[in-house]
């Protein structure tokens, strides 16, 4: 297998408004595999001048791209990646993050939420060694919560995501990058064809059955295979569920005539990796794409 070595020649070529300085950069090729591999040239140059100005790693996943059909590239980077400007600033005094809840008729700031109480969103503060006052920013669970995933299991922790990162960007003025848990809620959603235009796609075999985790304790555990994370999962049991998905994104990319944008299809289970989902919801992941597959074979 040949390597490509990507030098700073090369990349001042093709993006002239960029330097190599940093280690990440200097693997420009890997980047665009890895997490920009649908991008255009355009929208890859905005995403290298993004990461570069603020710093961030694309490798660690500290900024990344997701290509929807028919849309332009959304780029994306996490709460950390908002949290490292602010610690590379300089300036960066600490932050505080408080729950509005309802309870009684009153509204009232609480770091939990308990019982009987309302979560109407979360309030995140954010202060400045540079600046007499503090920023601030609040946020409505209403306009971010999808009812799905990680905003179903557990929305205090995902409003109050959301706060800081609204927070963090006024304080550091950080522009043109959101989280995706900012914009899911109306973002662009893979195409999932219709159960009726359904034809078996081959080859491919069912990812099995979720079977109970053997407890210590069996007794004393209700966790079964169903709430365990892709890591966590046996060798054997992960191993067959890359190949099962990496068979149909290239069967999909191969019909299609294009390499589909994983990060895509994610954004609707509300994570950014595999290995943030369940077992079950890699499951359904698998039966989405084996849906696309075979709606694609039809067509």
Known sequence: MSVEIITSEVVTAQFPTLKVATAWESRIQLVKDKVAKTLTDTEFELFLYLAKTYHLDPLLREIWAVKYPNEPAQIYAGRDGFLKVAHLSGQFDGMQTVLLLETGGKVIEADISFKGAVLLGAKCTVWRKDMNNPVSASVALPEYNTG????????????RKVAEAHALRRAFSIHGLYMPEEMEKNAPQPETPSPTDAKPVEPTTLIPEPQPVQSQKPKKSSLTQDDTLFDELPDSLKTKITEE???????????????PSEEGFLAKYGVHHRCEMTYKQLRRYWSDLRLLATHLNAS
């Open 148 to 159: 799905r995933a990680n905003w179903k299991t557990m929305p205090d922790t995902m409003i």
């Open 245 to 259: 998905l990496d068979a149909l994104l290239d069967h999909i990319a191969e019909v299609t005539g294009r390499q």
